[in-house]
């Protein structure tokens, strides 16, 4: 089995070996915790979800250590909670910095998990890792590459020739299309802060390089000091949203690799595309700005995980209602069929699909084509391995029974109205009143339910 990725810094689908073939490492770019997470924050999560299951599915089958299977896959994905965004809820709440990040962390961890997401291996807060950012800021001083202006620490961005590689720019197209502080005590407009210091009621640490005031690091430097704690220098991956291309990661390979002396900071560069919602971009402006929690209150979050993936990763995204629809429906199906199956044997067709630079369109065809299959001839091989490659993408986390019940938790269903017409009407069928059996069954398909009479009795579902 090989799996191949694509690297957004060389611009090319390469077959992905581990640096070392007892531990994959990989680092995604986590939320900065402020407020509750938006669906466009989702699919960073869910994507390197699948690929995390993936990793480990490989390094159980032996795939980089001859076959024993003992190879580690180490999932790091931060948590920013030191930041000018969190600084200005706080204070426009009326709230302590560490309650609002501690209250903003918890709901995004249940919001993930709900969408079927493991745990990563680290979940590494900014502001534990601050001894770290101060080391990696004095050897970027010591370099010669940073350097203390009016209290800042700041890095120069001319002493990295790279600078720009990754998001294929030159400097002087990055300085057009960029918003950076222009500041006098910069050598440079596209210098950038690696430590500040702090305004009165913000977090403060000591400061590097000798600097008096207290101040706070900046953005950037946070994951490069905790991808090296928790990774160290260079790693297998670096993934995260297209929109941290420029200037995020971009930032993030100058400090590492300037810091280290290092070819590179992560073998492959991963980054997912856009997402729009009903054609539009999401913006609290528009009206179509969504968050996660709102959504998992009419959807299951196997609905939304779904949905999402029946997109290719790199591709831009459009979150509509008609797919959240079709999604739920084809979930049905498959719950029907398939819960309770086993984890094993993956559907080698499915995982081709995934080693291809997580095709999960191409998954999900070969998951309907096994589906398909097991119909029309009543096999339970196919049924196995759907239910099998299901659980690998993390689907089937439930009981049919608990799905049925989140079901039946849609938008706009009076579910026990609809219990008693369905009582109703089982009533009146045993007493052969089926004029009456019929007005009923048309006054729930108005309400958009339909009834499934079978031999051990009548069941219902919200139409899609």
């Not at 073939?21 to 915790?33: I, S």
């Not at 440079?188 to 690091?217: C, H, N, Q, T, Y």
């Not at 991956?237 to 971009?250: K, S, T």
Request: hydrophobic content about 40%.
């Amino acid at each position: 089995m090989e799996l191949k990725l694509y690297d957004t810094l060389t611009r090319e689908k390469r077959a992905f070996v581990p640096l070392d073939p007892k531990r994959v490492r990989m680092y995604v770019c986590g939320p900065t915790v402020y407020d509750f997470a938006h669906i466009g924050n989702a699919r960073p999560v869910i994507v390197f979800d699948v690929l995390f299951r993936l990793l480990r599915h490989l390094a159980r089958q032996g795939v980089w250590d001859g076959g024993r299977g003992a190879t580690e896959v180490v999932y790091v994905r931060n948590v920013t909670d030191v930041d000018d965004k969190i600084n200005a809820r706080a204070a426009e709440r009326g709230i302590d910095i560490r309650a609002l990040t501690e209250e903003t962390y918890r709901n995004f961890k249940q919001d993930v998990a709900a969408l079927g997401c493991l745990p990563p291996t680290v979940e590494p807060r900014a502001t534990e890792h601050i001894e770290e950012m101060k080391v990696l800021i004095e050897r970027l001083i010591a370099h010669g590459c940073a350097y203390v202006a009016d209290d800042h620490v700041l890095f120069e961005v001319k002493k990295m020739p790279a600078y720009g590689r990754l998001s294929k720019r030159s400097l002087n197209e990055m300085m057009a299309g960029a918003r950076v502080e222009v500041a006098p005590y910069k050598r440079d407009p596209m210098d950038f802060v690696l430590w500040k210091p702090s305004k009165p009621g913000e977090p403060a640490w000591p400061s590097p390089a000798g600097i008096a005031a207290p101040g706070r690091p900046g953005w950037h430097i946070e994951c490069s000091a905790m991808a090296w704690k928790h990774l160290g220098e260079t790693f297998d991956i670096h993934g995260g949203g297209i929109d941290l291309v420029f200037p995020h990661h971009e930032n993030e390979i100058a400090q590492s690799r300037c810091a280290f002396h290092a070819p590179m900071m992560a073998n492959f560069w991963m980054h997912n595309g856009f997402l729009q919602v009903e054609g539009e971009k999401m913006a609290k402006s528009a009206g179509n700005f969504v968050t996660i929690r709102e959504l998992l209150a009419d959807w299951p979050g196997e609905v939304l995980r779904f949905n999402m993936l029946r997109t290719h990763y790199r591709q831009p995204i459009d979150w509509t209602l008609r797919g959240l629809e079709e999604s739920w429906k084809v979930l049905d199906d498959w719950y029907a069929c398939a819960e309770g199956g086993p984890v094993e044997p993956v559907s080698g067709a499915v995982l081709e699909a995934l080693l291809d630079d997580l095709n999960t369109p191409k998954a999900i065809a070969e998951l309907h084509a096994l589906r398909s299959r097991a119909t029309h001839g009543a096999r339970q091989p196919e049924l196995d391995e759907l239910a099998a490659s299901l659980r690998l993408l993390g689907f089937l986390q439930e009981t049919k029974a608990q799905w049925q019940t989140r079901k039946r938790s849609a938008p706009g269903i009076d579910v026990a109205k609809v219990e008693a017409l369905v009582a109703a009407r089982t009533r009146a069928r045993k007493a052969r009143n089926f004029a009456e059996s019929d007005r009923i069954r048309d006054e729930l398909k108005q309400m958009g339910v339909v009834l499934h009479d079978t031999k051990d009795g009548t069941t219902w579902e919200i139409a899609r």
